[in-house]
């Protein structure tokens, strides 16, 4: 039985990494730990866990092998490193951390410590990824030259456990960045798994379009991000993240290959669609993505419990995840800089 210690109790601890871990039968929820001591609290009641004063308390308790970290962006890198050096496995969320030092650091902190680091990108476990990578690499749709990938739903203010405009998420100094960490790192690392090649350079725009704080200012971080992505094997498309879809979340990738175009999650019937250049179609019928209204299982929380339990390598590791942090760190530089910014890592 893996023992587990949750960091961070807002929202995607209660909706995900909770309930995941109590339906794991190798799994069992001994501690919680957040700033907001009486969430905590409420939770490890519910859940018949402790809930703890400090992190350093909860990393302290001989029982907890493995954490969760589920806190403000900011304070990922620290959680993780101190919960790696006691000796913990680590499952981080997305964003990985809030610089690429950091993220280096949780990395070779992981390698040092000789403990697991996955990272929460459960857009790969989502299993019409999972399938268009299988026939992507089957070679149903050719060498891919182009694609696009979109991730735009209305914002996290009124998703946070602290909902409203003063929401973490919308504060530089707690989040460091916005919608291009925020959702643009799903489809940017998405991208990277699905075609199995880097992005070796960037060019963007990052705006804040629309959001605004408490004050009626616009937020600190960025709304909306378009980027063109270059890949190492030539390939050229777009990623679009945005905080202002209002009407309606788009969630969608379409990649087209020499011998055919695949559209996932965009089309109202099948969750992944091939037409191919001998005009046949492939539909492939699996389950609807996870959106903020919907919690499917991601799958996440049982593949981490799954490495640690069989000592072997995340599906999702740190460094796999650190290639497509460097291109989003590379997309806000293009972006304050007015160029195109290369990623010599990924080459
Ligand atoms: N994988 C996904 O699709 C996905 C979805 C949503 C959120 N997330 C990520 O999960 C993380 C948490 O997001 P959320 O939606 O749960 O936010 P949230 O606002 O609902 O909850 C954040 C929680 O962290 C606590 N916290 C903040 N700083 C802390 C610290 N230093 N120590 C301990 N606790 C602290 C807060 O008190 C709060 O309870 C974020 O990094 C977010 O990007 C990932």
Redesign the pocket.
């Given at each position: 039985m893996i023992g587990i210690g949750i960091?961070?109790?807002?929202?995607?601890?209660q909706v995900r990494h909770l309930p995941e871990y109590r339906d794991n039968p190798d799994a069992k929820i001994i501690g919680l730990?957040?700033?907001?001591y009486e969430?905590a609290k409420a939770l490890a009641e519910e859940y018949g866990a402790t809930a703890y004063k400090s992190?350093d308390k909860l990393l302290a308790d001989e029982r907890i092998d493995a954490v969760s970290v589920?806190?403000?962006?900011y304070?990922?890198c620290e959680?993780t490193v101190k919960a790696l050096e006691a000796g913990k496995h680590v499952l981080c969320?997305?964003?990985m951390a809030t610089s690429i030092e950091e993220c280096e650091q949780m990395v070779r902190a992981a390698a040092k410590n000789k403990k697991k680091l996955m990272i929460?990108m459960?857009q790969r476990l989502a299993k019409a990824h999972i399938r268009a990578k299988k026939l992507i690499d089957q070679g149903e749709i050719g060498r891919v030259l182009t694609f696009r990938t979109i991730f735009g739903h209305s914002g996290?203010e009124n998703?946070?456990?602290?909902p409203g405009k003063g929401?973490?998420f919308f504060d530089k100094n707690k989040a460091a960045m916005g919608v291009m960490a925020?959702l643009g790192i799903?489809k940017t690392d998405l991208i990277q798994y699905l075609v199995g090649d880097k992005i070796v350079a960037v060019t963007s725009k990052l705006s804040t379009i629309d959001k605004t704080d408490l004050v009626g200012k616009p937020i600190s971080v960025d709304d909306n991000a378009v980027c063109v992505y270059e890949m190492k094997g030539g390939a050229v498309g777009t990623m679009i993240a945005s905080w202002t879809y209002y009407g309606e979340e788009d969630n969608s990738t379409v990649i087209i290959g020499t011998k055919g175009t695949m559209r996932i999650y965009d089309s109202g019937k099948y969750p992944v669609e091939i037409r191919n250049i001998e005009h046949e179609k492939i539909m492939v019928n699996v389950e609807a993505i996870q959106t903020n209204d919907n919690q499917t299982k991601s799958g996440v929380i049982d593949a981490f419990v799954k490495c640690v339990r069989t000592d072997t390598e995340p599906p999702i590791t740190g460094k796999d995840v650190l290639a497509a942090m460097r291109v989003v760190f590379a997309g806000i530089k293009s972006s304050e800089e007015g160029c195109r910014v290369e990623i010599p890592e990924n080459m």
């Amino acid at each position: 039985m893996i023992g587990i210690g949750i960091i961070g109790c807002g929202k995607i601890s209660q909706v995900r990494h909770l309930p995941e871990y109590r339906d794991n039968p190798d799994a069992k929820i001994i501690g919680l730990f957040d700033i907001n001591y009486e969430r905590a609290k409420a939770l490890a009641e519910e859940y018949g866990a402790t809930a703890y004063k400090s992190l350093d308390k909860l990393l302290a308790d001989e029982r907890i092998d493995a954490v969760s970290v589920c806190t403000a962006n900011y304070n990922h890198c620290e959680a993780t490193v101190k919960a790696l050096e006691a000796g913990k496995h680590v499952l981080c969320e997305k964003p990985m951390a809030t610089s690429i030092e950091e993220c280096e650091q949780m990395v070779r902190a992981a390698a040092k410590n000789k403990k697991k680091l996955m990272i929460g990108m459960n857009q790969r476990l989502a299993k019409a990824h999972i399938r268009a990578k299988k026939l992507i690499d089957q070679g149903e749709i050719g060498r891919v030259l182009t694609f696009r990938t979109i991730f735009g739903h209305s914002g996290p203010e009124n998703w946070s456990v602290d909902p409203g405009k003063g929401t973490w998420f919308f504060d530089k100094n707690k989040a460091a960045m916005g919608v291009m960490a925020d959702l643009g790192i799903h489809k940017t690392d998405l991208i990277q798994y699905l075609v199995g090649d880097k992005i070796v350079a960037v060019t963007s725009k990052l705006s804040t379009i629309d959001k605004t704080d408490l004050v009626g200012k616009p937020i600190s971080v960025d709304d909306n991000a378009v980027c063109v992505y270059e890949m190492k094997g030539g390939a050229v498309g777009t990623m679009i993240a945005s905080w202002t879809y209002y009407g309606e979340e788009d969630n969608s990738t379409v990649i087209i290959g020499t011998k055919g175009t695949m559209r996932i999650y965009d089309s109202g019937k099948y969750p992944v669609e091939i037409r191919n250049i001998e005009h046949e179609k492939i539909m492939v019928n699996v389950e609807a993505i996870q959106t903020n209204d919907n919690q499917t299982k991601s799958g996440v929380i049982d593949a981490f419990v799954k490495c640690v339990r069989t000592d072997t390598e995340p599906p999702i590791t740190g460094k796999d995840v650190l290639a497509a942090m460097r291109v989003v760190f590379a997309g806000i530089k293009s972006s304050e800089e007015g160029c195109r910014v290369e990623i010599p890592e990924n080459m």
